[in-house]
């Protein structure tokens, strides 16, 4: 088996910076500020409209790197596999991946699996590790943000957590949602052309709501946020409808919420539909006076305080 | 949960370049090649005598980097929890990673931990990636061995595999023998400063045999091995003996193997020994004409053959 996997990830991902018989690999950097991320995906089910386990490893640690302001350059790749695990899926969701670090410009440079126990991992874990590099002397971060400036979000909310949803089948719903997965770096490199950009992120646990929350938490200012402003598909809407869940909270895995200085918002809207991915972007609100609130007026003109999650309302997702 | 784990983690692991908050930190580099690597780790079990699974994941990326010539300087951490899993055994396990990172000089910058279904994760994986810097133009490598080179080994072998195997308890033998596992650093540095150094390898997985089997693979060169020249521990030798293993096979996971031209290797064993890490290196063999073959003289003064092994004789112990 162990053969079998080995071959598996060397036929997708082989790559001139991937030595397979090296400790360690040198990595060709350019000029800059070198950037590091790292996160775990447990995803299930493994594989769902619009994606898999695999290109979510590289979307989100892309998106990461992305919405701080990097170029991202290099990833390792740790896969911790099921014994047992069949060979055809695992060869399926390492092309996906392979695929989305091509498309991404991300070098897989290194790597490596474990074989478990039979009913551990899930079928199969992936770990990513980003390495990207940025300019110099950035003025991007929740330490930029100021009172008036406007939110924006690149597209609708909560595609990936109601496709991942109906994935599980544990519903008995059906829909042709796909997850919005993707890489976010054409989006986040239109926005770092538009001055007065304040901050990035990228809405997946916990969705809109938690971004939101933790600028307001950081920032200590109000966020008012405006419902009708806020795209969310129509499919997204009535699965949430039916099953009590509220859009705001569910994770996207290839969305931008910016903060961007009031006098820019307009330019930055501009910079974001020019990308075939932020052709629905919108301004969904402001940061008002002191407050660390986030307040959502809504479609029937009222208000309502978005809570903080308590919970991730689906695990596993992102 | 969730919280709980957040704060061990941030309680053992803060410092400066760990910011929870970010999408991706920054990495101050010195000049120099940057150099990556990445490990899974599954050991069972998670505490053994000399160590457990959080100072594992420390000392085996560090030595990735360190026998590439490297100085370990960021890793990125990811631990995949089961639910309900203790926390005061997550945080004996953490502020042991936390101690191995501080005497390895290394600062885990970025970090994640995602929760799953109990039965999934053995109790808890690690995974780490590791960022180091070493001098740019450096000649260290597999092509780098010629005809005649000599081996050497830091100190005695298996210590890690037979700690771990006692660990188990499987096999209802006890014994006072601990785990080898500590950083390399002190020892490549030494080594580093000998001139004829062609390269290092840390025997971790498959032991001293599996690296002397990659050196005659990659350079085509027979490798002549002196058994009794190879230092074995007395309570290693006699578990190997009881149980059928063969310690040639077992891991290390604080020993270097290094390749030196003949002429520098009496100054390399010096070298070795001036640290007290290496206080027990040997000369093992040497490598001869073309070949592709690892001959053991034995003590009796026989040869026999080193096969390359076919499967690990002890799953999950590194």
Redesign the interface.
Known sequence: MRELIAEVFLRHLGNPALDA???????P?AEG??????????VQPLEFPGGTIGSLAVHGTV???A??G?TPR?M?????IEEGFETARLDRIVASLAAAAHESGVNV??????V??R????GL?L?A????V?PRGLAL??REVRSGDVLLVSGPVGDHGTAVLLAREEFGLRGDLASDAASVLPLTQALMRVPGLRFM??PTRGGLATVVH?IVR?SGFEARLDEPAIPVRPPVRSVCETLGYDPLYLACEGRVVAVVAPEHAARALDALRAQPAGRDCAIIGHLAGPGKRVVLRTELGGERYIEELE?DPL??IC
Chains 1, 2 share one sequence.
């Not at 590790?129 to 990207?132: H, L, S, W």
Request: proline share 3%; hydrophobic share 45%.
């Open positions: 018989e090296a400790d360690a690999v040198p990595l950097l500020e070198v950037m590091l991320t790292t996160d775990g995906f447990t998106n990461d790197l919405v701080a990097a290099y390792s790749l740790n896969a911790i440079a290194a790597g490596d699996t474990k478990v126990r009913g551990e991992a899930g874990y770990v590790a980003g390495i990207g940025r971060g929740l992120r990228d933790e950081v919970d695990p596993r």
